[in-house]
């Protein structure tokens, strides 16, 4: 049985940064201690990696607890909203942020157009880490939704809109809530100039390297019997990828552990691929590909 690793998979570049910016931290000497603003990367093998290392999680709510202690709090690379770095100035506590650059500039185009007096819709998850941070810089006042319905029952078309996506959702879905949208939006504004337009405006901020990897995931799914998705059960994009991978190839299977697979999986199969989401690590996968061909490889 030949198994491979999907040459696409692993963390992008946002995750690496992150990575890279704690084992920075993690490995001065003689330094503080390090925190995390919640969980670093939805990957719990990769959280027990930096744990190994030091790295402490932490909730704003216990920001008192090491309030002028010199310890440092790392911003993951989901942003956080403009409170905690007010919360952490307040008490002391030195903000190393390692918020993904993609996050950041959607941030800041969120409050452009909030500051302009535009109804915010985002497509996303309300409680996701990325959108808390996104509904705070709008002072919370913007739509979240995660289906074309929930745009169409909650958005008043009376007003001007902007539409913007959380990074890690799906393309298809934010394009069918924009053309449904599109249709319904009917704001006439009157400038200086005596124009009359319609203004709707849709802002795909989906990551390009979620999105991007489709395609690919698409033909490696083609390309195996057998597909074994590695991922963190929190992970959204990684629900994204695995549904693509299912829907190229039914015998896609989730995992988080490697002791979740079933040897009944590859009982036929000539060949195994192995795939993950953005938050995936590549040590991990390789350590799935040796079980795989230790233990259930004919």
């Known amino acids: 049985m030949n198994v491979t690793i999907d040459k696409f998979s692993g963390f992008c570049w946002g995750v690496v940064r992150t990575v890279k910016i704690a084992e920075e931290q993690l490995e001065k000497p003689k330094r503080p201690d390090v925190y995390v603003l919640g969980h670093i990367i939805h990957n719990p093998k990769e959280i027990e990696r930096l744990e190994s290392k030091g790295l402490k999680t ?3 709510a216990e920001f008192p607890n090491i309030a002028h202690s010199g310890a440092k709090v790392l911003i993951r690379a989901h942003g956080e909203p403009p409170e905690t770095y007010i ?14 650059p993609v996050v950041t500039k959607l941030q800041e185009r969120v409050r452009k157009f909030y500051d302009q ?16 941070g996104i509904r705070g810089v709008c002072n919370d006042e913007c739509i979240v939704v995660k289906s074309v319905e929930e745009s169409l029952e909650r958005i008043d078309f009376s007003k001007k809109t902007v539409l913007f996506s959380q990074t890690t959702m799906d393309k298809a879905t934010f394009y069918n809530i924009k053309v449904a ?4 939006v009917k704001d006439l504004i009157v400038d200086t100039m005596e124009n009359i337009a ?8 989906i990551c390009g390297q979620v999105s991007g990897r489709e395609t690919q995931l698409v033909k490696f799914a083609n390309e195996n019997d057998v597909i074994v998705f590695v991922a963190g059960r929190t992970s959204s994009n990684g629900k994204v990828l695995y549904d693509v ?18 040897p009944e999986w590859f009982s036929t199969a000539q060949t195994v691929g192995i795939t993950g989401a953005t938050s995936t690590p ?9 079980e795989i061909l230790e233990k259930y490889s004919a």
């Open 58 to 60: 932490i909730s704003v």
């Open 87 to 100: 919360q952490a100035m307040k008490l002391g506590i030195e903000i190393i942020d390692a918020t993904c």
């Open 117 to 132: 007096q535009y109804q915010v819709v985002i497509f996303g998850k309300y409680d996701h880490a990325e959108v808390i």
């Open 181 to 184: 949208l599109e249709a319904k």
């Open 198 to 205: 319609t203004e709707f405006h849709a802002k795909d901020t």
């Open 245 to 262: 991978a299912k829907s190229a190839n039914e015998n896609t299977f989730f995992i988080e552990d490697a002791s979740e697979i079933n």
């Open 282 to 290: 590549q040590w991990y996968m390789e350590q799935v590909r040796t």
